[in-house]
């Protein structure tokens, strides 16, 4: 009974140490899980991941498309020290590569927008040994013409207070030049008047000293 004490801590130290450091070999997906695109276009599939490893030669990655109708699900785009695109099917020249291994960027670009486009695209990267982990998604719906978000309204509404506020600034400095202007005019009339009245009476002064001397 004794005798298997040691054994039974040598397993036992085995499965701490399996559990400690397991969750450190996976390497850690990143997407933004859901994305819409307009009909036509093109979009950028981001992914971007985490690895306890160091990236290397063994780095790969696969890209997948699970059509949004259901159906077998799709080889997209293969990465292996080089990017190697599909030679057949639905995305045949229209995927190239627009990752970085170096900064931990797996991404993809799909070129002109179908409407069968929509569905769900996987991408898994395998840094050995960190070669588990949870596969990353993307939720691609395409669409004729993209929704407005809270961004968009927000952005939509601070630009409109901008345009307003520039408005009302140029109103009130014309509204001043304006004003200026006609201050100006009133001035240079009543310039005008008294100008004509001191004439008018020197004329008369002139008048009454002639009689004077006249006289």
């Known amino acids: 009974m004794y005798g298997k004490s040691p054994a039974r ?10 559990t400690v450091f397991w969750p450190l070999a996976a390497v850690e997906i990143y997407t933004p899980r859901v994305l819409e695109a307009v009909n036509g276009t093109d979009v950028r599939l981001k992914c971007t991941f985490s ?3 160091p990236v290397g030669d063994a780095l790969t990655v696969t890209w ?27 995305f045949k020249d229209r995927v190239v ?20 486009d929509n569905g769900t695209y996987t991408c898994q990267v395998k840094n050995p040994p960190d070669v588990d982990g949870l596969i990353g998604e993307i939720r691609l719906s395409v669409v004729h013409t993209v929704r407005f978000s809270e961004i968009h309204f927000l952005a939509l509404a601070i630009g409109s207070a901008c345009a307003l506020m520039v408005i009302i600034v140029i109103a009130v400095v014309l509204f001043q030049h304006f004003r200026k202007k006609k201050w100006a005019e009133r001035a240079h009339k009543v310039v005008e008047i008294k100008s004509k009245e001191e004439e008018s009476l ?14």
């Open 9 to 18: 801590a040598a397993l036992f130290l085995l499965g701490v140490q399996l």
């Open 202 to 215: 020197n004329q008369e002064k002139k008048a009454s000293v002639y009689l004077e001397d006249t006289d």
């Open 97 to 116: 590569w627009d990752g970085n291994p170096e900064r931990y960027d797996a991404s993809i670009l799909l070129w002109k927008l179908q409407f069968d």
């Open 51 to 53: 690895s306890f490893a």
């Open 64 to 90: 997948n498309f699970r059509p949004q109708d259901g159906g077998p699900e799709q080889f997209v785009f293969y990465y292996h020290l080089d990017p190697f695109k599909p030679m057949s099917g639905r």
